[in-house]
């Protein structure tokens, strides 16, 4: 079966057979699975790290997909962070420290990937990911705000299992608008995202407690139907200038 969006079988499943980034920005079909991806990994074009479904070239070459340095694209950013990390910290070993933090990047980038989100950083403890680039996707907002109700769900019984003195859980910021997409550092190709809509989204994740989604007025009314009945919080958030009436999932 075909859609619109992805008009060829091999791009519109959970494991595509090519690289979805590829196909949606360029119309260029590059094998990432089967025998055809043989040839290309020895060129150095494998499976992204970012998302499975996109590969290396949309990873690296970002230049060479989009004819230039940075582009603007309206996209939605998801921040994610555990609460209550610090002070487990003090806690326990570092070897369990770290393994703790393994499971829930795994945990959130599972939930990412399912939603046709890019998992763009990964910050200790915390990740930031980008839905509707590369991989094109017009619901982005209720792509994002689906990935976070996936992420509560799948690391809120890992960490309720931990044996700590502090209730842990995972705080989660979204927000929905235009972005500069590109590579912005001459000692690293890999392309992120930059402007007021990331800071916000960085703000509204700040603001959020243990098991709770926040989504900014632009995402929620983007995704009406995943946001209706959401409690309403008024926050003042730091450096930005008006007070934002943002809407607050609660994990299920």
Known sequence: ???????????????????????????????????????FRVFGVTRSKMNPNICTICERSFRYVKKKRQITASVTILFADIRGFTALSEQIE??????????????????????????????????????????????????AVMAAMDIQRRCAAALDSLDADQGLGVGVGIHSGEVEIGEFSSFRSDFTAIGGTVNLAARLESQARADEIIISPETAAQAAHLASGAEARLLLLKGIQQPVQARVLMKS
Not at 100 to 127: E, P, T, Y
Not at 136 to 141: E, L, M, N, W, Y
């Open 94 to 143: 570092p070897v369990r420290l770290s393994d703790i933090v393994s499971l829930f990047q795994d945990r959130c980038a599972q939930a990412i990937w399912a939603h046709d989100g890019i998992v763009n950083k990964q910050m200790g403890d915390g990740l930031m990911a980008i839905f509707n680039f590369p991989i094109v996707r017009k619901d982005h907002a209720a792509a």
């Open 1 to 39: 079966m075909t859609t619109a969006s992805h008009p060829i079988d091999p791009v519109s499943h959970g494991d595509a057979r090519i690289c979805r980034g590829c196909w949606d920005q360029m119309h260029v079909p590059i094998p990432i699975r089967g025998a055809l991806a043989l040839p």
